[in-house]
């Protein structure tokens, strides 16, 4: 069971310095959304926790970026389930793992709606993405843009959010029908946009 916070100091009172508090201290002023201690726990980390990140997930600067923006946000969430006693960079590591597997799993989503949505290009359903689906695919997004709201609500939900026709019909408060209809001529005008585009 987690022990109570240190005792709070507040960092805005002159001649506080923030390299000589405990990270109990630390910690218990970010809690109370100082933001000069959110800052200090940031800066204190921010080296460690990005080369962290480096090696977890192989992407580009603005995705790193994003991991990293995610990983401290967390931790500012989180703060009141740090351990009074622990360390913080060990416990950051841990939220930055978590933060990792989380973007893993949904960029894994997405690549399958991807080869998904590039299936319905070929007659036959595959896997990969050949460089002609990549082409095609560059073009989806104002294809989808250019869709009716009503079909290019149900095909986003149920096609790239992954949701069943029956939570899509709950969310659109429509009936089941109505969504496997939409989706069906949703996928049929993408096709048609995403051709038109590339002629």
């Given at each position: 069971?987690?022990?109570?916070?240190?005792?709070?100091?507040?960092?805005?009172?002159?001649?506080?310095?923030?390299?000589?508090?405990?990270?109990?201290?630390?910690?218990?002023?970010?809690?109370?959304?100082?933001?000069?201690?959110?800052?200090?726990?940031?800066?204190?980390?921010?080296?460690?926790?990005?080369?962290?990140?480096?090696?977890?997930?192989?992407?580009?600067?603005?995705?790193?970026?994003?991991?990293?923006?995610?990983?401290?946000?967390?931790?500012?969430?989180?703060?009141?389930?740090?351990?009074?006693?622990?360390?913080?960079?060990?416990?950051?590591?841990?939220?930055?793992?978590?933060?990792?597997?989380?973007?893993?799993?949904?960029?894994?989503?997405?690549?399958?709606?991807?080869?998904?949505?590039?299936?319905?290009?070929?007659?036959?359903?595959?896997?990969?993405?050949?460089?002609?689906?990549?082409?095609?695919?560059?073009?989806?997004?104002?294809?989808?843009?250019?869709?009716?709201?009503?079909?290019?609500?149900?095909?986003?939900?149920?096609?790239?959010?992954?949701?069943?026709?029956?939570?899509?019909?709950f969310a659109l408060d429509v009936p089941e029908g109505t969504i496997w209809?939409?989706?069906?001529?949703?996928?049929?005008?993408?096709?048609?946009?995403?051709?038109?585009?590339?002629?």
């Open positions: 069971m987690a022990r109570a916070l240190a005792p709070i100091v507040p960092l805005r009172r002159r001649g506080t310095d923030v390299a000589d508090l405990s990270d109990d201290a630390l910690i218990a002023a970010c809690a109370t959304g100082d933001p000069v201690a959110r800052r200090a726990l940031f800066e204190h980390h921010v080296d460690a926790i990005h080369r962290f990140l480096r090696r977890m997930w192989r992407g580009n600067d603005e995705a790193i970026a994003d991991l990293l923006q995610t990983t401290f946000l967390s931790a500012y969430d989180s703060l009141s389930r740090f351990r009074a006693g622990g360390r913080v960079r060990p416990w950051l590591y841990g939220i930055a793992a978590n933060v990792v597997r989380a973007h893993g799993r949904r960029e894994g989503r997405r690549l399958r709606a991807l080869a998904a949505i590039a299936s319905w290009f070929r007659d036959e359903p595959s896997t990969t993405l050949e460089p002609w689906d990549r082409e095609r695919l560059a073009r989806l997004p104002d294809a989808l843009l250019a869709l009716p709201h009503d079909l290019r609500a149900a095909v986003v939900l149920v096609d790239l959010e992954g949701q069943s026709a029956r939570e899509a019909a209809r939409r989706v069906f001529h949703g996928r049929r005008r993408l096709r048609e946009l995403v051709e038109e585009s590339g002629r």
